[in-house]
Each structure stands twice: as C-alpha cells, then as structure tokens.
C-alpha cells in the first residue's frame, strides 16, 4: 500500500522546538518530490517548504529560519524541525509527496489548495495536530 503517515505533533510552548515525521510505505522519498503543508484552525492551507528529488528545497511561507526539513533514507521518513515555536504555529501538518502512484482521500483541504495552485502531489497523509501555547 503506498501511504504517507505524519506524526509527532502535539502540545508545545512557545519558543519549544518539535520534529514532524512523516514516514512513507510503498515507494521511496528520495525518488518523489515532497512538500509540508499546514492548516491552521481557520485559515486557508499554507506550502510549509517543499523539496525535490534532485533534492532542491524551496521555501513557501518565510522560514525566518526556523524550519528545516530532512530526509533519512534509511528509514524513508522525512523530517520537519520547528524551532522557536509561536502561537501561530498551531495548525495541521500535512507531508505530501508526488510519486506518481494513485491519488490519495487523505490531505484534506491542502490536498486541494496544492492542486489548485498546480502541485500535482498525490500521497497525502492524515496530518499531525500541533498546538503551540503561549
């Protein structure tokens, strides 16, 4: 079965550091181009960063240095560090990976704003909740 799964997010405090996994099964991250998203309560769908299998990474929302994604091949998961974390952090982080595999139901509304906007990724997962308090 070719699935992405997320997960690590949880509740924080602001200026605490998390690390979002996303592990895939049935294809490999270092062939796909993949990409983090986020949905915060409210709000529309947010390009985290995304970075290619020629292993190019480019920034959607301003970084202001405090994320940073890699990738353990090894283990097929990639990572999502989230330093100095702020309130408006808070959302649903979704990975998402292009792979040419079938489309996947899961991603939400991001699944959709990606597409709409002419990313074609079609693995999806469920997302991971982070909350960040203040």
């Known amino acids: 079965e070719v699935k992405v799964v997320e997960s690590g997010g949880g509740s924080a405090q602001a200026g605490g550091s998390l690390t979002l996994s996303c592990t895939a099964s049935?294809?490999?991250?270092?062939?796909?181009?993949m990409a983090w998203y986020r949905q915060a309560p409210g709000n529309e769908c947010e390009l985290i960063l995304s970075?290619?299998?020629?292993?190019?990474?480019y920034p959607g929302i301003s970084l202001e240095g405090r994320f940073t994604a890699s990738l353990d091949n090894a283990k097929n998961t990639v990572y999502l560090r989230i330093n100095n974390l702020k309130p408006e952090d808070t959302a649903v982080y979704y990975c998402a990976a292009l792979n040419g595999h079938s489309w996947s139901t899961e991603g939400g509304d991001c699944r959709h704003y990606a597409q709409s906007i002419g990313y074609e990724y079609n693995s999806w997962g469920q997302g991971t909740q982070v909350t960040v308090s203040s």
């Open positions: 970075f290619t299998k020629d292993g190019k990474t």
């Open positions: 049935g294809f490999s991250f270092d062939n796909s181009d």
